[in-house]
Structures are given as structure tokens and as C-alpha cells.
């Protein structure tokens, strides 16, 4: 989907942003929108940005399946084909020298017969195959737009110690990449797609680096100090799901200096539901009795 932003830019997000989104029973004014692109330009941001480069992955992972696929026809029908004439040439060769102990010509049309059904076999293969290394883009389809606000209850008291703030966040995630490779894990981002966690972190095998023998799916959750962490429901609902796999990271401290909780399976901990704005929330206190703690410079 393409994300509009008021000053005009243009961004590609994954649908799933709207699991993190939540409707509001007030009535909000929306600002003036006939600045902002229109469908087609819309339209174009997608193509050159997510589907043009969609498409050439696909085509490069299917080229690659469709010439193996096209090597092992040709070595086995050819192989079978080889075959097929060495059995019509030994019946032709007993027909030229008179033998008439079997029904030589039928067993010649017969063989005959296999052997044009294997060659036009591997001629309409090399059509079929030749014909699935085109790949296209077809028609996009429109489902609608939306405005996505502000919502109008994220300054009260309640709700206002739970908001995301952009820096403090970045100071958390990166707190929390610098634990994790210090560690010798590998981790990667997946706070652009909305997949109910932030960070995929794999440790490797000690003796084969390419094979990862541990992965956590992680949830980092940034305080300037100390406060309350809330779940959208779209990530409590993955920590559910993954159970023991799921892990949250809460960095407290981060306007001073970064202290990471580290929490296995969440979900577990006994969330109240925040209903305004559908969280779940919990108090520090949990936090810091059931975590593993780790003190992190805030430059690391």
C-alpha cells in the first residue's frame, strides 16, 4: 500500500500498518487533502517501488527453478529418447536380415510410436517452460484510502506516558541491536513491515555460520525513563501466538542511560486491556521483577 504524507511524499508500507491503527468513536476534521497524489500517481509510486522490484525478484527466482527444472527434462527425456531409438534401430536391423520369429512390424510401429510421443513430450515441455519465464504485472486494483490521525485521547493523562516518541525509540532499538551482536546473534529489522515485532534476532551455528540454531522474535519498547509499556493488539496477539519464541525488550532509561529488560514469552505477564485506544498495558514493576536486566551505554 502507498502511505501519503501531508507534505506530499510518498512511501511504501505493508497492509498490516492497519493492524497497529485503531478506529476512533469521535469525530475528527481531516486536514485538506487536494494537494496530496492522486491515484495515478499513486499508482506509480507502487509499481516503480514495490511491484517492479517484486516482480524482478520473482522473475529471478523463477529462472532459476525453470533452468533446473528444464536441465533434468533434457537429460531424462533425451536419455529415454536415446533409448527408444537404439530399441527401433536393433527391430528395423531384425526386419532387413529376414527374421520373422516375432511380429517385427508391429513391434517397429510400435516403437515408432513411443518414440515420436517422447519427442513431442519434450517439445511441448520446452513450450510450457519457455512460456512460465514471463512474468507480469496485472491490474491494480484500488480498495479505498483512509486518513490515519492522531487519535484525540493520546494527549490525556492516562494515555499520554504510553505514545511512542520516534527518538526514543531509535535509541531503543539500537540498544537492543548492539546487546544482541555483542552477543554474536544476527539481527534483522522488520519495524517498515508491521509483523507484530521489531527485530528477528538469529544466533548461528558455531561451526557453520550460514545455519542459525536459535531465533527470537522481538518486541522493543523505549521509555525515557521509567513508565508503563503498552501492546497494540496486533502485537500481544503475536506474542500469544508465538509463545516462547516472542521476546520483549523494554529499554528504560533511554533519555539517560539505556537499561534493557528482556522478557521471554510476554504475553504471560497478565495485560489489562486498554479499551480507548485497544492496548494492553502494564506497569514497570512487572517489568523490572520478571526481566533479565542489562545496563547499555546510550552510545552503544
Not at 522473475?59 to 531424462?76: C, L
Not at 510410436?113 to 520446452?126: K, M, P
Not at 555483542?182 to 528477528?200: K, Q, T, Y
Request: glycine share 4%; proline share 5%; with cysteine.
Amino acid at each position: 500500500m502507498a502511505q501519503t504524507n501531508l507534505d506530499g511524499s510518498v512511501v511504501v508500507r505493508q497492509p498490516t500498518i492497519f493492524l497497529k491503527l485503531t478506529a476512533s468513536a469521535q469525530q475528527s476534521e481531516h486536514p485538506d487533502g487536494s494537494g496530496l497524489p492522486e491515484r495515478d500517481a499513486l499508482e506509480q509510486v507502487l509499481l516503480d517501488k514495490a511491484f517492479q522490484p517484486f516482480l524482478e525478484d520473482i522473475q529471478a527466482q523463477r529462472t532459476k527453478e525453470i533452468e533446473t527444472i528444464e536441465r533434468h527434462m533434457e537429460i531424462s527425456l533425451t536419455e529415454l529418447i536415446a533409448r527408444q531409438n537404439l530399441v527401433l534401430g536393433e527391430l528395423t536391423e531384425k526386419q532387413q536380415q529376414g527374421i520373422t520369429s516375432q511380429p517385427i512390424a508391429a513391434n517397429i510401429k510400435q516403437a515408432g510410436d513411443r518414440l515420436d510421443d517422447l519427442i513431442e513430450r519434450q517439445e511441448r515441455r520446452r513450450e510450457e517452460l519457455q512460456r512460465e519465464r514471463f512474468l507480469s504485472i496485472s491490474e491494480v486494483k484500488n480498495h479505498g484510502r483512509a486518513w490515519v490521525l492522531p487519535h484525540p485521547q493520546r494527549k490525556d493523562p492516562g494515555i499520554a506516558p504510553m505514545v511512542e516518541n520516534e527518538e526514543i525509540e531509535r535509541i531503543a532499538v539500537q540498544a537492543v541491536i548492539a546487546h544482541e551482536e555483542a552477543r554474536g546473534w544476527e539481527v534483522e529489522s522488520e519495524e517498515l513491515d508491521d509483523r507484530g515485532f521489531d527485530l528477528i534476532s538469529r544466533r548461528p551455528h558455531a561451526e557453520d555460520p550460514k545455519t542459525f540454531v536459535e531465533v527470537r522474535f522481538i518486541e522493543v519498547k523505549g521509555r525515557a525513563a521509567v513508565g508503563e509499556i503498552a501492546l497494540t493488539t496486533h502485537e500481544f496477539d503475536t506474542a500469544e501466538r508465538l509463545k516462547d519464541d516472542y521476546w520483549l525488550y523494554v529499554v528504560f532509561n533511554c533519555a539517560t542511560n539505556p537499561e534493557i529488560h528482556i522478557i521471554k514469552n510476554p504475553a504471560v505477564l497478565g495485560w489489562e486491556p486498554l479499551v480507548k485506544i485497544e492496548h494492553y498495558h502494564i506497569a514497570p514493576e512487572k517489568i523490572t521483577l520478571n526481566a533479565c536486566v542489562r545496563n547499555v551505554n546510550e552510545r552503544s
